[in-house]
């Protein structure tokens, strides 16, 4: 029991994401009004971004910038070199949640604009009286 205790603390991060992840998803399934749900999705969004960036990180891990000669000559050891790769991701993925963001806040400034309330339930029965 003892070890289990010791996993789960020394994954804190993890179980962190996780929790972030329920909030948004429950923000985004639970929740009537718009904005709200765009908020969950942005909160689920993070979770996910900080996830792929803890797994990236190395304890002790040198930076990716790599000596050409060394390179060539295969001194360089691996394990030893953080992967840039989910980093990068992780900045493109930023980029495409804040542009999704602002275009479902465009979007919801028309449907106000158009129904008068952002209440998925209200906006529901407009439509069908249409």
Known sequence: MESMLGVVVAKYNYWLYVVLMMIGFY???????????LLGMNIFQTAIILF?????AKRGGG???????AALAGAVKVAEVV?????????????VSVSVTGVA??????IYKEYGT?????????????
């Open 52 to 56: 792929f960036v803890s797994m990236g």
């Open 83 to 95: 992967n840039p790769l989910p980093h990068v991701l992780m900045l493109t993925a930023i980029v």
């Open 105 to 110: 806040l465009a979007v919801m400034q028309r």
């Open 27 to 37: 923000a985004m399934i639970g929740k009537r009004n718009l904005v709200k749900k």
């Open 118 to 130: 952002l209440e998925e339930d209200e906006i529901l029965d407009k439509i069908g009286r249409s």
């Open 63 to 69: 930076i990716p910038i790599l000596d050409k000669e």
